[in-house]
Every structure is written in structure tokens, then in C-alpha cells.
């Protein structure tokens, strides 16, 4: 659940910089533009996200850097390509038919339809990638951007590349450095500040308030609802609660999340007080495009945490450090977490928060969610 990064605190005055830039670089891939990732030791990579990839784009990527483009994609993926297990969270893949469009497309999204055999001809071999290197970087930005997990990258090698910060001026690039990529959740998490409050009466819960948390650089916002008036010196009953645009506000059938946000409203109104996050990691952290994609999988039979994996993402890629520095911004050192998942429990505590009880929250099952719940509580651990 918690990042394996090691990440090493930055000054203050270079957050709002670091925070910055790699919003630009999120913007610029998810318009389907280039940026330019500074890696260590002078590396430097044009990078590019799988999802926009086109055969002019591709073109001109290799000539603008001067280097050979290829694919980086999660090992979780490449090991869906039966391209064999890596240590590491990313490698970077070789075409011996060469790399195209559409290959690359293929490659990255499970749902292209490509089979057994055709994979096989394309002479594909992996490669470990960096830890820290511009390749990881990429991927983790594709990440940021919700966007497929796979970034075309192409080393930095034009000689008029010396001054990089003048030559992606020049070439009208945004630049973002590697390691500001890796701590961009954990710097994110850090600068919550809340901008907005008001009384919000709910149908379940009439003494109700709610809290809007942003990040300095305007980035996604988290909510508090507080119900009654929580006592800081008691362990406070909590619910962390990741938004789902399909069951809160649609009512899908397909999850328990809906169930689970009312239940938790009514329960924290009935035990007179408490706190629930509603934080945005929509789809355990992948996104709502993304776990539409992943639902697409699980009717071709796949469950959802295969599917997930499939798509090239972890299980579940939500941290929970945002919520660890709301709780403490709204004087919450303990509480009482309402949860079905260990792993929650132990990811809050990892970030400081004293969990005192798990609070069982489970709802019944219906026929098409069955599945999903059967499968988070016999792959995930979840206790039902």
C-alpha cells in the first residue's frame, strides 16, 4: 500500500516549484504533448504518453531528441506480455519488428485485442528500468495523469541539448525533474491547506460540516465531513472513503461503495460524532477512465484485481498520506478507523495516525457485486 520510494525531504520554499512543474507536465500529457524529464547525472529524456501516440508524434520525437524512442511500461504489464518478472516497477521494452503506433497502442492497452501469436512475432524483449531513472519518471507521470501506465521515451542526445532548460524553451517543451515526479504525492499531501468550510445539513446526519482541502498547487482536492463535534482528545470514528463516481452518485450495482458512504454517514450520526474523508482516488487510485476500462476487463472474465493488473497498475495504487494530514490538520492524532481492509489500517498507521479499533463496515451483497466482494476479501484480505 505505502510507496516503496525512499523520499528525501525538499526544502519549503521548493515546493510550490516542484508541485508546479509537475502539474504542467501532467497538463501537457494529457493533451497528448511532449515533455522533458531530467533524470540524474545529466539524463535527460523526451517523454510522451502511450495513449497519444501517433506515428507523426513518434517521428517526431526522435528527432527532436536525437535519440531512439522506446516503450516503458509497468512490470506488472510487461509481465501480462509474458515478458518474465523484474525487481523493478518499470522496464522499458524493444520491438524487434519495430516500433510503431500501433504497436505501441497494443502493447499498453489490454482491451487492443492482442493475441498470443502476434505478440510472439513482434520479438519483443524487456529491461530492467532505473528505480529513479527518466523511464520510471514516465511512467509514474502517466500515472499522475490517470492515463494508460506506459510512456514512450526517447534519450535527449541533440548536442545543442548542453543548456537543457534553454533547448526545451527552444523546442516549446515542458520540463519537469525525475525526482520531482517520484515525491509529487508525498509533497502534494504535505501542502493540503483547507480553502473552504461550510454546514452542509444531510439527510442522515443533520449537524453536518463540510471541509475542502487543496494542495498549493491547486491540484485535487479532498473533503471532510464532519458530523457532530468530534472530541480530539478521544479516538474519533473514521471512515476513509475514495470517491466512486458510479456508485455514490449513480447507485451502480457493480460496487459497495455507494452502500458503504450512506452506511457510514448514518453510523457516525448514530454514534454522535465522527469524521469521514472523502478522498479523490476514484477507482482505488487509477481513475474514472481507467476503471471503466478495468470493468470492460472483468466482463471478459477477469476479477478486478486481475484486471487492474491487466491495465498495468498495481492492486491498488491509492496512498494515504493526504488523509494522514487532513486528520491532523483538524486536530485527529487517533481514531477509530471504519473499514473492511487491514491494509488501510495499516497504511494510516505507516503515516502516523494511531488506529485504536477497526470498525467492521460491510453491507450485503448483491448479484452483480458478489464477485467483486468475494474477490477482495479472498485476494485482498478484506474481512467481511
Given at each position: 500500500m505505502?510507496?516503496?520510494?525512499?523520499?528525501?525531504?525538499m526544502?519549503?520554499?521548493?515546493?510550490?516549484?516542484?508541485?508546479?512543474?509537475?502539474?504542467?507536465?501532467?497538463?501537457?500529457?494529457?493533451?497528448?504533448?511532449?515533455?522533458?524529464?531530467?533524470g540524474a547525472a545529466g539524463n535527460a529524456a523526451m517523454v510522451l504518453a502511450a495513449e497519444a501516440v501517433t506515428a507523426d508524434a513518434l517521428a517526431d520525437l526522435a528527432e527532436r531528441s536525437g535519440g531512439?524512442?522506446?516503450?516503458?511500461?509497468?512490470?506488472?504489464?510487461?509481465?501480462?506480455?509474458?515478458?518474465?518478472?523484474?525487481a523493478e516497477k518499470v522496464v522499458t521494452v524493444t520491438v524487434g519488428a519495430g516500433l510503431s503506433a500501433r504497436v505501441v497502442g497494443d502493447l499498453a492497452d489490454p482491451l487492443s485485442g492482442l493475441d498470443g501469436p502476434a505478440l510472439r512475432r513482434l520479438g519483443l524483449a524487456?529491461?530492467?528500468?532505473?528505480?529513479?531513472?527518466?523511464?520510471?519518471a514516465a511512467v509514474g507521470l502517466t500515472k499522475l495523469a490517470r492515463l494508460l501506465p506506459a510512456a514512450i521515451t526517447a534519450e535527449v542526445a541533440d548536442?545543442?541539448?548542453?543548456?537543457?532548460?534553454?533547448?526545451?524553451?527552444?523546442?516549446?517543451?515542458?520540463?519537469?525533474?525525475?525526482?520531482?515526479?517520484?515525491?509529487?504525492?508525498?509533497?502534494?499531501?504535505?501542502?493540503?491547506?483547507?480553502?473552504?468550510?461550510?454546514?452542509?445539513?444531510?439527510?442522515?446526519?443533520?449537524?453536518?460540516?463540510?471541509?475542502?482541502?487543496?494542495?498549493?498547487?491547486?491540484?485535487?482536492?479532498h473533503l471532510a465531513i464532519l458530523i457532530g463535534e468530534p472530541d480530539a482528545g478521544e479516538p474519533v470514528l473514521t471512515r476513509l472513503h475514495s470517491e466512486c463516481f458510479t456508485g455514490d452518485l449513480l447507485g451502480s450495482l457493480r460496487c459497495d461503495c455507494g452502500d458503504q458512504l450512506r452506511g457510514a454517514i448514518a453510523e457516525i450520526n448514530a454514534a454522535g460524532s465522527g469524521v469521514l474523508l472523502y478522498l479523490a482516488q476514484e477507482g482505488r487510485g487509477?481513475?474514472?477512465?481507467?476503471?471503466?476500462?478495468?470493468y470492460e476487463l472483468q466482463d471478459q472474465g477477469f476479477d478486478t484485481m486481475d484486471a487492474n493488473e491487466q491495465l498495468g497498475f498495481d492492486a491498488d495504487e491509492r496512498v494515504f498520506l493526504p488523509a494522514a494530514h487532513m486528520l491532523r490538520h483538524l486536530g485527529f492524532e487517533r481514531v477509530r478507523l471504519m473499514t473492511n481492509n487491514p491494509q488501510k489500517v495499516a497504511a494510516?498507521?505507516?503515516?502516523?495516525?494511531?488506529?485504536?479499533?477497526?470498525?467492521?463496515?460491510?453491507?450485503?451483497?448483491?448479484?452483480?457485486?458478489?464477485?467483486?466482494?468475494?474477490?477482495?476479501?479472498?485476494?485482498?484480505?478484506?474481512?467481511?
Open positions: 505505502p510507496h516503496r520510494f525512499e523520499l528525501i525531504p526544502p519549503v520554499s521548493r515546493e510550490p516549484v516542484s508541485l508546479l512543474a509537475v502539474d504542467r507536465a501532467v497538463s501537457e500529457m494529457r493533451r497528448g504533448r511532449a515533455v522533458t524529464v531530467r531512439e524512442p522506446r516503450l516503458a511500461i509497468t512490470s506488472r504489464r510487461a509481465a501480462v506480455l509474458d515478458l518474465g518478472e523484474s524487456a529491461t530492467d528500468a532505473a528505480t529513479y531513472g527518466c523511464d520510471s548536442p545543442d541539448a548542453e543548456d537543457l532548460a534553454a533547448w526545451t524553451t527552444r523546442n516549446d517543451l515542458a520540463l519537469v525533474d525525475a525526482g520531482d515526479i517520484f515525491q509529487y504525492e508525498h509533497t502534494a499531501a504535505r501542502t493540503l491547506r483547507a480553502v473552504s468550510e461550510a454546514r452542509v445539513p444531510l439527510a442522515d446526519a443533520r449537524d453536518t460540516r463540510i471541509v475542502a482541502f487543496r494542495p498549493i498547487d491547486g491540484g485535487l482536492e487509477i481513475g474514472l477512465v481507467n476503471k471503466l476500462r478495468a494510516l498507521a505507516h503515516c502516523g495516525i494511531a488506529v485504536e479499533e477497526r470498525v467492521p463496515h460491510a453491507f450485503p451483497t448483491n448479484r452483480h457485486n458478489e464477485v467483486y466482494l468475494r474477490t477482495k476479501a479472498a485476494r485482498g484480505g478484506h474481512l467481511f
